[in-house]
């Protein structure tokens, strides 16, 4: 075995020729992948038995002649000298299927095609099979036998070594992980696992009793505080005692007191933290409805898609989907982390637009834009009016067209506002019908009918006509214009008699002021047959704006100022004149204490918010069968209400006895203002009883009205302040 082995490793020079002559070497490659075939099953006896087998260059129906078993063992290339695979001579049995083990005392010896120097050193008495094995090699034809087309032979040591040195790493590695789980299982028996964080705090390895008192220590201080809610950029609070938000401090310990077994969750603990979440309760009832009373806080309504203006230059304004609080799902989050001492993000539900972008982009695009590039003329009799971009901008509104996208429309008013100035030398207004005391008697002053645009038809071809870029007209519509009050209608009235008056005086001059514009609003109105005159409506709001002035008033039992003092005296005068006239009373109300210029049980007061809301009224009803003007006389010292028609009721009053007296009672002036002492007037009750006969049917009815007035209280105003005393 030596005496081959050095044989093979010998440097032959033809094997150097054959490393060198691609030619040879490609010969010799050939030469190899022919070598040990595969039995064939069929073979005759005789080659089964000397292992022969056809070659690539020999045809099965070619003669040709045999070879030996030497001779086929010499086409195995030589190993080369550096070959670390098997050493040479430890052999490893493999046994071959189906092989053909030669005589265990067979002699190979070179064939003559083939130089010695490239013949492999085999073991005498090894089959072909643990040949192969030798060389790490297949043992079949065509398997690569352990190096590379160069003959240069592969590092299969050095492949083990490597999986070797990875395999002692990587268990090294593993032992050391097992030593470090273990000893943390020792180090951390019986204490909160490591890396445990409840709600902000490092609880890990602590024991029980003291992570329990660690808590209470950073977050008890803060739990009395509001809890902040959030939702996108809005926010709320609500308060823990008063939805009953509580710590479990034990079970949250007992939560936290869970050492994990998984080892990689434990030596990952080594560089990471676990939150835990706390463990709380709440009073859910309360805890609900308090996130219902913010919930308007944190929604968002939705905002469809629209088209605004900047001047004349439209703005797509794109659709925003609402939130709503999500309640349910809100207080599970703040039951969990209201003890973190930070604002909350709370879920919300969306709530869907009915317009897409696209929708809003198509309507911009084919609507907006084209409606304002130019102005739009419209024809009128004889003079035309432009409507300008501007005003067009002005008067454009969309709303959703329930498919996405929007649909548009124009502003009648906004239209007319702009148009109307410019045509209205084309349009004749109607004239009412006036009644007028002319020579102390009602004359009727004939109405006429006009002219005027019909802009409801004027103006419907106007949105389609905005969206053309050219032929921007419209013809203006005209119509009769007539009168709202005829001559017939006024004539019809019997506007022609006093039916009732009343007089009253002895006003002071700022209360002259008010009573004097109230009766210059009120001087010819006209109620028709069944309608209902309210001083506060007919008149409005009674202020500066209106010419009214600060005058007396009667304020919590004592005279007082206010804008608009006196028009009580008006108040008084108009139900007294409606009174003999026979109108139904429908509200009035007396002052609270007796006035001595005004007939007892039959007066009236009024009053209205600063803001003009009407408070108290006075309010009849026209029950004749005539209409009613009502006209007022004022001087500097009275104020005189008539009211025409066509007499139909004779009235008489009759004022009982005052009864159930009651004394004054006395009060201290202001100390801080202007105080106006009284000597004070007992109160006392009066029935006041009208009786009513109608004239034209001979039905009489009688009304009975009582009226308690309570005591002018005593009024003692302070003494005025002393001056600084002169030095003695």
């Known amino acids: ?25 490609n010969a010799s490659d050939v030469e190899t992948t022919q070598a040990w075939p595969v039995q064939d099953p069929e073979a005759t006896p005789d080659a089964a038995s000397t292992g022969s087998a056809p070659t690539e260059s020999v045809k099965p129906e070619a003669s040709a002649p045999k070879e030996s078993d030497a001779e086929r063992t010499q086409q195995i290339a030589a190993l080369p000298a550096d070959f670390s695979g098997f050493p040479i001579g430890e052999t490893q049995t493999i046994p071959a299927v189906g092989a053909h083990q030669p005589p265990a005392h067979q002699d190979h010896q070179p064939t003559a095609q083939q130089p010695a120097a490239q013949q492999p050193t085999v073991q005498h008495g090894a089959p072909a099979a643990t ?3 030798m060389f790490g090699g297949g043992g079949v034809a065509g398997t690569d036998l352990g190096w590379n087309s160069s003959d240069e032979p592969r590092p299969v040591d050095e492949k083990r070594q490597k999986l070797l040195k990875g395999g002692l790493i990587a268990g090294a590695a593993a032992a050391a992980l097992a030593l470090i789980y273990v000893g943390d299982l020792l180090f951390t028996s019986g204490s909160l696992p490591r890396g445990t964080v409840v709600a902000g705090v490092d609880v890990g390895t602590l024991e029980p009793a003291a992570a329990e008192s660690k808590l ?11 809890v902040r809610l959030q939702v996108g950029d809005r926010g709320a609070t609500v308060k823990p005692d008063e939805v009953g938000l509580r710590m479990d401090w034990a079970a949250t310990v007992k939560k936290a007191d869970e050492q994990p077994l998984n080892p990689f969750t434990r030596i990952g603990s080594l560089f990471s933290t676990h939150d835990v979440t706390p463990v709380s309760t709440s009073d859910r009832e309360q805890l609900v409805a308090a996130l219902q009373e913010v919930s308007p806080q944190l929604g968002l309504e939705p905002t469809d898609g629209n088209i605004r203006f900047e001047g004349t230059t439209p703005v797509a304004v794109n659709p925003v989907p609402g939130q709503n609080l999500d309640v ?8 969990a982390h209201w003890a973190e001492g930070r604002p909350i993000p709370l879920p919300v539900t969306q709530l869907p637009v009915s317009t897409t972008r696209e929708g809003v982009q198509k309507a911009l695009h084919e609507i907006a834009e084209p409606a304002v590039s130019g102005p739009v003329t419209v024809r009128g009799q004889g003079k035309d009016a432009t409507l300008e971009p501007e005003a067009i901008a002005r008067a454009l509104r969309f709303t959703p067209d329930g498919r996405g996208g929007l649909k548009a429309e124009l502003d009648g008013p906004t239209l007319v506002g702009a148009l109307e100035p410019q045509l209205r030398e084309t349009m004749k207004p109607g004239k009412d019908a006036e009644i007028k005391l002319e020579n102390g008697a009602p004359v009727v002053h004939p109405s006429e009918d006009g002219v005027g645009v019909d802009w409801e038809k004027s103006l419907a071809p106007m949105l389609e006509t905005v969206q053309k870029p050219q032929q921007r007209s419209v013809q203006a519509v005209y119509m009769p214009a007539p009168a709202q009050f005829t001559t017939d209608q006024a004539n019809q009235l019997g506007i022609r008699e006093v039916v009732g008056e009343f007089q009253t005086g002895g006003f002071e001059p700022a209360s002259g ?5 109230v009766a210059e609003q009120v001087n ?5 047959p069944g309608e209902t005159f309210s001083l506060n409506g007919y008149t409005g709001p009674r202020g500066v704006p209106q010419g009214y002035v600060e005058s007396g008033i009667i304020e919590d039992g004592h005279p007082g100022k206010a804008v608009g003092g006196g028009i009580s005296q008006f108040a008084t005068t108009l139900y007294n004149a ?18 001595s210029r005004y007939p007892a049980g039959r007066e009236a007061t009024v009053f209205q918010s600063p803001s003009g809301q009407s408070l108290i009224d006075v309010k009849f009803k026209n029950v004749a069968k005539s209409g009613i003007m009502i006209t007022t006389e004022w001087t500097p010292s009275s104020i005189t209400v008539k009211l025409w028609g066509t007499k139909q009721f004779d009235v008489q009053s009759s004022t009982g006895p005052r009864t159930e007296p009651t004394p004054p009672v006395e009060k201290p002036g202001p100390t801080n203002g202007p105080c ?4 004070g007037t007992p109160g006392f009750t009066v029935v006041d009883t009208r009786t009513i006969r109608d004239i034209t049917t001979g039905e009489v009815r009688t009304e009975n009205q009582k009226v308690k007035y309570n005591p002018q209280p005593i009024i003692h105003c302070p003494p005025p302040p002393q001056g600084p005393q002169a030095p003695r």
């Not at 139904?584 to 204490?593: G, W």
């Open 1 to 25: 075995m030596p005496e081959n082995h050095e044989k093979s490793s010998g440097a032959d020079p033809s094997t150097e020729r054959l490393r060198t002559d691609p030619d040879q070497q």
């Open 131 to 133: 040949q192969t094995a």
């Open 216 to 226: 209470r220590d950073e977050l008890e201080p803060g739990l009395d505080k509001p």
């Open 328 to 335: 349910q799902h809100a207080a599970n989050e703040i039951q």
């Open 513 to 517: 002021v008010n009573i004097r514009r």
């Open 524 to 528: 010819g109105a006209i109620l028709r």
């Open 578 to 595: 409606s009174y003999f006239a026979g109108m139904k009373d429908v509200e009035h109300k007396a002052h609270s204490y007796y006035i």
């Open 676 to 679: 106006s002492p009284s000597k």
